[in-house]
């Protein structure tokens, strides 16, 4: 009988493990993202906007996880004043007449990397997370307001221009603290190299394991 209840114990506690250690997880990140691009002179920049990511995550033991998703690091865009004038562009008369033009990125991207997840107490921990991202942009230049007119032809609207894209590393760093084994939520900061320009976001984010 008491040989019984040992194994009966053992069973139970072997089941409770696996319960509340599921190597699985979802993470979802919610914040702000900046992209550190180049400034010129009488053109306004506008480099930050919300951005989100999804991730999921398998847990290789306590402290290293291999995790992929997507990452929506938003938009940003160059704007000029309002500029009037003429000029001759090979042979032909380039006119501006109250034109705001708009340059703009949309940025977005699939990751795959490792995250280390190191406790500082039983309930908070301090994750670093290093990997790849493969990125894509769009590029569109816009009309805003205005004309332009060239060669005696009047254009409006915008031009969508060739995609870029490209596959660079990423790396961040965050603390979360755990509300249970299944559930956690955290702060982070994550920087991207996006072709040789960085892209840094500060997040919020919500995990849950199972």
Do not use: C
């Not at 053992?10 to 493990?17: E, I, K, P, Q, S």
């Not at 480099?47 to 847990?59: E, M, P, V």
């Not at 205005?146 to 031009?159: A, E, F, L, N, R």
Request: proline share 2%.
């Amino acid at each position: 009988m008491k040989m019984t209840k040992i194994a009966l114990a053992a069973v139970l506690a072997m089941g409770a493990t696996v319960a509340n250690a599921g190597p699985w997880y979802v993470d979802a990140h919610l914040g702000q993202a900046s992209a550190d691009m180049p400034t010129y002179t009488n053109v306004t920049l506008d480099n930050s906007d919300s951005t989100y990511s999804l991730n999921l995550g398998y847990r290789i033991n306590d402290t290293f996880s291999i995790e992929g998703g997507y990452a929506k690091l938003g938009k940003a865009s160059y704007s000029t004043s309002a500029l009037t004038g003429s000029t001759s562009v090979y042979g032909s008369t380039l006119t501006l007449t109250n034109a705001v033009i708009q340059e703009s990125y949309d940025l977005d991207g699939y990751t795959l990397g490792i995250a280390m997840d190191f406790p500082v107490s039983t309930q908070i921990d301090v994750t670093g997370r290093v990997g790849y991202i493969s990125w894509e942009t769009s590029h569109k230049v816009a009309l805003t307001s205005g004309s332009v007119t060239y060669g005696g032809i009047t254009y409006t609207g915008s031009v969508d221009l060739p995609k870029i894209d490209g596959t660079d590393l990423y790396w961040g760093l965050g603390a979360s603290y755990k509300f249970s084994k299944e559930m956690r939520a955290g702060l982070n900061f994550t920087r991207y190299d996006i072709g040789g320009v960085d892209v840094d976001t500060w997040t919020a984010n919500l995990r849950y394991s199972f």
